[in-house]
C-alpha cells in the first residue's frame, strides 16, 4: 500500500482510510476477517466517530481487531466528535468528555488523529484550544484535525488552537466534484462557478492539510453510488473503457481519480465487503494519466469552460 505523510505531520499514513460507520452490520466472525483483511492489505488506519453506531462501531471494532498493546502500534485510530442529537458541540467539556468515551470504547490509551466534526457555530475557539492542549499534554491526543470545514471556520480555530490541523474530512467525488469545478470556472456565470467551501481545495493544498472524501462513490448527498448507475450512462462507460486497459475494477477507477490528484487525498472507504476493499486499494497502484482523469470528470457531466 503507498503511503503518504498526513498533513505536515510525521505520520506515514497509508492512501487509504478505512471508515468503519458500518461494522456493526456484520457479525463477529465476519468483522474479524474484515479487520484482518485491511491488515493484510496495508490498510491499516482506521476511521470512526463517536456517534457511529452510538459508540457501538468502536466497541465492536476492538472486538474485532482483539486490540492489544501489540496490535495498537501496528495501527492508526482516528475518530471524530462534536455531533450530538439534534446540535453541534465544540465545547471543552464536551470534547474531553467524548474522548474518554472513544478511548474506553477503543481499549486504547491514545488516538492517532482527533477530528472535530461537522462545524459548531456556537464554537468558542479558546474552548476548543483548551480541550486540545488537555489532551496533548495528557497524551491521549497526538495528532488533530477537522471535518466539513471552511478555510475560514479553520481560521477561526487557529485563532487559539496552537496545534497543526493535519486533515480536514470533506465531501467529495467524481460526481460531487465542487469543490475542484468552482476552481475551473473561476469570473464565469454558471452554476459550477458557484464557491461553496470558501476554495477548502486551494487552501488545504496551501496550507498541508490532508483532505479525506468521504462517501467517494456517492452522487447527491447519500442519493446512492454512481458506479453501475443508469443516471450515469457516460461516466460508467467511461469509467469501464479505464478500467479495462488497466485490468481493474471501476471501483478501483473511482478511487484513483482522487488519488490521482496531487493534493495528496486520503479517501475514507466506507464498504464492508472485503472484495471492494480490495478493489479500493489497489487504487494507490494505478496512475491516471491526465487525459484519463479529465475524460473521467467531463464524462459525469463536469463541464470545462
Known amino acids: 500500500m503507498r503511503t503518504i505523510k498526513l498533513g505536515n505531520s510525521t505520520l506515514e499514513v497509508p492512501v487509504i482510510s478505512v471508515g468503519c460507520m458500518r461494522i456493526n452490520s456484520l457479525e463477529k466472525n465476519k468483522a474479524e476477517h474484515f479487520v484482518q483483511t485491511a491488515l493484510d492489505l496495508g490498510a491499516n488506519f482506521f476511521d470512526h ?55 474506553k470504547r477503543l481499549n486504547t490509551d491514545y488516538l492517532d488523529v482527533l477530528l472535530l466534526h461537522r462545524p459548531d ?8 484550544a483548551e480541550a486540545f492542549d488537555t489532551l496533548e499534554s495528557s497524551g491521549k491526543v497526538r495528532h488533530f ?43 464565469m456565470e454558471n452554476d459550477s462557478a458557484i464557491n461553496r467551501d470558501g476554495s477548502i481545495l486551494d487552501y488545504c493544498r496551501l496550507n498541508d492539510i490532508t483532505i479525506q472524501p468521504w462517501s467517494p462513490f456517492q452522487y447527491g448527498f447519500f442519493e446512492g453510488v454512481f458506479l453501475g448507475n443508469d443516471k450515469f450512462p457516460e461516466l460508467n462507460q467511461k469509467i469501464n473503457e479505464v478500467a479495462d486497459k488497466y485490468e481493474v475494477s471501476n471501483t478501483t477507477i473511482a478511487i ?33 494519466s491526465r487525459e484519463e ?10 463541464v470545462l469552460p
Not at 457555530?121 to 476548543?128: I, K, M, R
Not at 464492508?272 to 487504487?283: I, T
Not at 482523469?293 to 463536469?302: D, E, K, L, T
Open 293 to 302: 482523469w479529465y475524460g473521467i470528470y467531463r464524462a459525469a457531466g463536469n
Open 49 to 103: 466517530a463517536d456517534i457511529y453506531g452510538a459508540g457501538e462501531c468502536e466497541e465492536i471494532f476492538t472486538d474485532a481487531i482483539h486490540m492489544n498493546d501489540n496490535i495498537r502500534e501496528k495501527i492508526f485510530l482516528q475518530s471524530k466528535c462534536g455531533i450530538r442529537q439534534g446540535m453541534f458541540d465544540f465545547s471543552k467539556e464536551h470534547i474531553l468528555e467524548s474522548v474518554d468515551g472513544i478511548l
Open 256 to 288: 484513483a481519480w482522487l488519488l490521482r490528484h496531487p493534493a495528496n487525498m486520503q479517501p475514507v472507504i466506507g464498504t464492508m465487503n472485503e472484495s471492494r476493499l480490495k478493489d479500493c486499494c489497489r487504487a494507490s497502484e494505478v496512475h491516471l
Open 121 to 128: 457555530t456556537l464554537v468558542e475557539p479558546e474552548e476548543v
Open 145 to 187: 484535525g477537522v471535518s466539513n470545514q471552511n478555510p475560514t471556520q479553520i481560521e477561526l480555530l487557529k485563532k487559539s488552537v496552537k496545534q497543526t490541523i493535519v486533515a480536514n474530512q470533506l465531501q467529495l467525488s467524481i460526481t460531487n466534484a465542487n469543490m475542484i469545478s468552482n476552481g475551473f470556472n473561476v469570473n
